[in-house]
Protein backbone atom coordinates (compact mmCIF):
# COMPACT_ATOMS: atom_id res chain seq x y z
CA UNK A 1 0.00 0.00 0.00
CA UNK A 2 3.00 2.33 1.10
CA UNK A 3 4.56 1.69 -2.27
CA UNK A 4 1.36 2.23 -4.47
CA UNK A 5 0.82 5.80 -2.33
CA UNK A 6 4.64 6.23 -3.30
CA UNK A 7 3.92 5.97 -6.73
CA UNK A 8 0.61 8.33 -7.09
CA UNK A 9 2.88 11.17 -5.00
CA UNK A 10 5.55 10.53 -7.55
CA UNK A 11 2.86 10.69 -10.36
CA UNK A 12 1.14 13.80 -9.17
CA UNK A 13 4.57 15.15 -8.42
CA UNK A 14 5.10 14.49 -12.60
CA UNK A 15 2.10 15.82 -13.31
CA UNK A 16 1.76 19.28 -11.74
CA UNK A 17 5.74 20.08 -12.68
CA UNK A 18 4.64 19.82 -16.52
CA UNK A 19 1.90 21.44 -16.41
CA UNK A 20 4.64 24.52 -14.42
CA UNK A 21 6.86 23.88 -17.22
CA UNK A 22 4.06 23.82 -19.67
CA UNK A 23 2.16 27.01 -17.87
CA UNK A 24 5.47 29.01 -18.12
CA UNK A 25 6.82 27.98 -21.66
CA UNK A 26 3.91 29.84 -22.94
CA UNK A 27 5.26 33.25 -21.26
CA UNK A 28 9.27 32.77 -22.08
CA UNK A 29 8.04 31.93 -25.90
CA UNK A 30 6.85 35.11 -27.13
CA UNK A 31 9.96 36.69 -25.19
CA UNK A 32 11.96 34.31 -27.10
CA UNK A 33 10.12 35.61 -30.77
CA UNK A 34 12.05 37.90 -32.89
CA UNK A 35 9.41 40.15 -33.98
CA UNK A 36 8.32 39.24 -37.22
CA UNK A 37 7.77 35.51 -35.75
CA UNK A 38 5.39 37.45 -32.90
CA UNK A 39 3.76 39.24 -35.50
CA UNK A 40 3.30 36.28 -37.55
CA UNK A 41 1.88 34.17 -34.56
CA UNK A 42 -0.65 33.16 -33.62
CA UNK A 43 -1.77 32.21 -36.98
CA UNK A 44 -5.84 32.41 -37.68
CA UNK A 45 -7.63 30.22 -39.76
CA UNK A 46 -10.04 31.54 -42.76
CA UNK A 47 -13.01 31.13 -40.85
CA UNK A 48 -12.15 33.00 -37.88
CA UNK A 49 -10.50 35.54 -40.20
CA UNK A 50 -13.54 37.76 -40.76
CA UNK A 51 -14.88 37.96 -37.35
CA UNK A 52 -11.37 39.20 -36.02
CA UNK A 53 -10.83 41.42 -38.99
CA UNK A 54 -14.22 43.49 -38.08
CA UNK A 55 -12.96 43.37 -34.38
CA UNK A 56 -9.74 45.05 -35.38
CA UNK A 57 -11.21 47.24 -37.79
CA UNK A 58 -13.55 48.75 -35.04
CA UNK A 59 -10.50 49.45 -32.21
CA UNK A 60 -8.78 50.66 -34.96
CA UNK A 61 -11.50 53.43 -35.90
CA UNK A 62 -11.83 53.97 -32.16
CA UNK A 63 -7.94 54.74 -31.94
CA UNK A 64 -8.27 57.14 -34.84
CA UNK A 65 -11.21 59.18 -33.23
CA UNK A 66 -8.96 59.73 -29.96
CA UNK A 67 -5.94 61.36 -32.42
CA UNK A 68 -3.79 58.26 -32.73
CA UNK A 69 -2.16 57.34 -35.87
CA UNK A 70 -3.38 53.97 -36.89
CA UNK A 71 -2.80 51.52 -39.50
CA UNK A 72 -3.83 47.90 -40.01
CA UNK A 73 -1.33 45.04 -41.37
CA UNK A 74 -1.43 41.52 -41.49
CA UNK A 75 -4.11 41.21 -43.47
CA UNK A 76 -5.98 43.57 -41.43
CA UNK A 77 -5.95 41.09 -38.22
CA UNK A 78 -3.00 43.46 -36.57
CA UNK A 79 -3.19 47.14 -35.65
CA UNK A 80 -0.24 49.24 -35.19
CA UNK A 81 -0.46 52.25 -33.39
CA UNK A 82 2.77 54.61 -33.46
CA UNK A 83 3.49 57.69 -31.43
CA UNK A 84 6.05 60.35 -31.34
CA UNK A 85 8.93 59.66 -29.28
CA UNK A 86 8.63 63.73 -28.42
CA UNK A 87 5.26 62.76 -26.74
CA UNK A 88 7.34 60.32 -24.47
CA UNK A 89 10.69 61.55 -24.05
CA UNK A 90 12.36 64.69 -23.89
CA UNK A 91 15.47 65.02 -26.97
CA UNK A 92 18.25 62.00 -26.01
CA UNK A 93 16.33 61.44 -22.63
CA UNK A 94 15.71 57.86 -21.69
CA UNK A 95 13.21 58.89 -18.70
CA UNK A 96 9.95 58.75 -19.47
CA UNK A 97 8.03 62.48 -20.26
CA UNK A 98 5.42 63.94 -17.43
CA UNK A 99 3.47 63.88 -21.28
CA UNK A 100 4.17 59.90 -21.69
CA UNK A 101 1.39 58.11 -19.38
CA UNK A 102 -1.11 60.18 -21.29
CA UNK A 103 -0.14 58.84 -24.77
CA UNK A 104 0.03 55.22 -23.39
CA UNK A 105 -2.62 55.32 -20.65
CA UNK A 106 -5.76 54.23 -23.57
CA UNK A 107 -3.41 51.05 -24.39
CA UNK A 108 -4.08 49.41 -20.66
CA UNK A 109 -7.81 48.48 -22.05
CA UNK A 110 -6.14 45.86 -24.22
CA UNK A 111 -4.24 44.38 -21.38
CA UNK A 112 -6.98 43.97 -19.16
CA UNK A 113 -7.74 40.88 -19.77
CA UNK A 114 -4.75 38.34 -20.04
CA UNK A 115 -4.11 36.70 -23.60
CA UNK A 116 -6.86 38.53 -25.49
CA UNK A 117 -3.87 40.54 -27.43
CA UNK A 118 0.16 40.42 -27.37
CA UNK A 119 1.58 43.87 -27.25
CA UNK A 120 4.78 44.09 -29.77
CA UNK A 121 6.70 47.70 -28.16
CA UNK A 122 8.74 48.82 -30.97
CA UNK A 123 11.46 51.66 -30.73
CA UNK A 124 12.73 53.44 -33.21
CA UNK A 125 15.38 56.17 -33.69
CA UNK A 126 16.77 58.71 -36.43
CA UNK A 127 20.36 57.86 -37.44
CA UNK A 128 21.70 60.36 -35.15
CA UNK A 129 24.71 59.20 -33.47
CA UNK A 130 26.47 55.67 -33.77
CA UNK A 131 24.20 52.67 -34.73
CA UNK A 132 25.29 51.28 -31.65
CA UNK A 133 24.22 54.64 -29.49
CA UNK A 134 20.75 54.27 -31.39
CA UNK A 135 20.12 51.08 -30.13
CA UNK A 136 21.06 51.66 -26.43
CA UNK A 137 18.48 54.79 -26.54
CA UNK A 138 15.91 52.81 -28.30
CA UNK A 139 16.50 49.62 -25.63
CA UNK A 140 16.51 52.12 -22.41
CA UNK A 141 13.49 53.93 -23.96
CA UNK A 142 11.46 51.23 -24.60
CA UNK A 143 12.81 49.61 -21.24
CA UNK A 144 11.02 52.41 -19.80
CA UNK A 145 7.79 52.22 -21.45
CA UNK A 146 7.73 48.49 -20.74
CA UNK A 147 8.19 49.89 -16.85
CA UNK A 148 4.99 52.08 -17.14
CA UNK A 149 2.98 49.10 -18.28
CA UNK A 150 4.25 46.70 -15.57
CA UNK A 151 3.83 49.58 -13.01
CA UNK A 152 -0.21 49.91 -14.46
CA UNK A 153 -1.05 46.80 -15.85
CA UNK A 154 -0.13 43.37 -16.59
CA UNK A 155 2.55 42.84 -18.99
CA UNK A 156 2.67 39.09 -19.46
CA UNK A 157 1.77 39.45 -22.76
CA UNK A 158 3.93 42.58 -23.92
CA UNK A 159 7.18 42.29 -25.57
CA UNK A 160 9.80 45.31 -25.92
CA UNK A 161 11.96 44.95 -28.87
CA UNK A 162 14.75 48.16 -29.82
CA UNK A 163 15.16 48.55 -33.46
CA UNK A 164 17.81 51.82 -33.41
CA UNK A 165 17.75 53.37 -36.32
CA UNK A 166 17.52 50.20 -38.39
CA UNK A 167 13.69 50.87 -39.86
CA UNK A 168 13.24 54.42 -40.89
CA UNK A 169 9.98 55.59 -41.86
CA UNK A 170 12.00 58.33 -44.07
CA UNK A 171 15.56 59.58 -45.19
CA UNK A 172 17.24 60.93 -42.23
CA UNK A 173 18.02 64.27 -44.63
CA UNK A 174 15.82 66.77 -42.49
CA UNK A 175 14.79 67.76 -38.95
CA UNK A 176 11.29 66.90 -39.86
CA UNK A 177 12.31 63.86 -41.46
CA UNK A 178 14.44 62.32 -38.51
CA UNK A 179 11.26 63.73 -36.25
CA UNK A 180 9.43 60.93 -37.94
CA UNK A 181 11.67 58.40 -38.05
CA UNK A 182 11.92 58.74 -33.76
CA UNK A 183 8.66 56.87 -32.31
CA UNK A 184 6.99 53.87 -30.64
CA UNK A 185 5.28 51.42 -32.39
CA UNK A 186 2.84 49.38 -30.84
CA UNK A 187 1.33 46.17 -32.22
CA UNK A 188 -1.79 45.13 -31.32
CA UNK A 189 -1.76 41.14 -32.17
CA UNK A 190 -4.82 39.18 -31.60
CA UNK A 191 -3.95 36.15 -28.94
CA UNK A 192 -5.15 32.98 -28.34
CA UNK A 193 -8.39 34.53 -26.10
CA UNK A 194 -9.73 36.73 -28.56
CA UNK A 195 -9.60 33.15 -30.88
CA UNK A 196 -11.02 31.22 -28.64
CA UNK A 197 -14.37 33.72 -28.54
CA UNK A 198 -14.42 33.85 -32.36
CA UNK A 199 -14.54 30.34 -32.49
CA UNK A 200 -17.34 30.52 -30.24
CA UNK A 201 -19.34 33.46 -32.76
CA UNK A 202 -19.03 36.43 -30.67
CA UNK A 203 -15.51 38.69 -29.62
CA UNK A 204 -15.70 40.65 -26.78
CA UNK A 205 -12.52 41.91 -24.64
CA UNK A 206 -14.67 42.49 -21.85
CA UNK A 207 -15.08 38.97 -20.79
CA UNK A 208 -12.34 37.34 -18.75
CA UNK A 209 -11.96 33.80 -18.81
CA UNK A 210 -12.30 32.63 -15.44
CA UNK A 211 -9.56 30.31 -14.10
Not at 21 to 26: H, M, P, S
Not at 112 to 125: A, E, I, Q, R, T
Request: aromatic share 8%; charged share 25%.
Amino acid sequence: MKKITSILKLLLLVTTLACYLQGNAKKIDIYELSLDQNLATPEIKNKLKDAVQDFQYKQAVELIKQNYEVELTRDNEVIIVTIPAERLFASNDTVLAATGPAALKPMLRYLKNPGFYKLLLVMHSDDTGSKAYTVRLTRSRVIAVYDWFDANGDVDYIVPYALGSNDPLNANDSMEKRRKNRRLEIYIVPNDVMLEQAKRGAININIIKKK
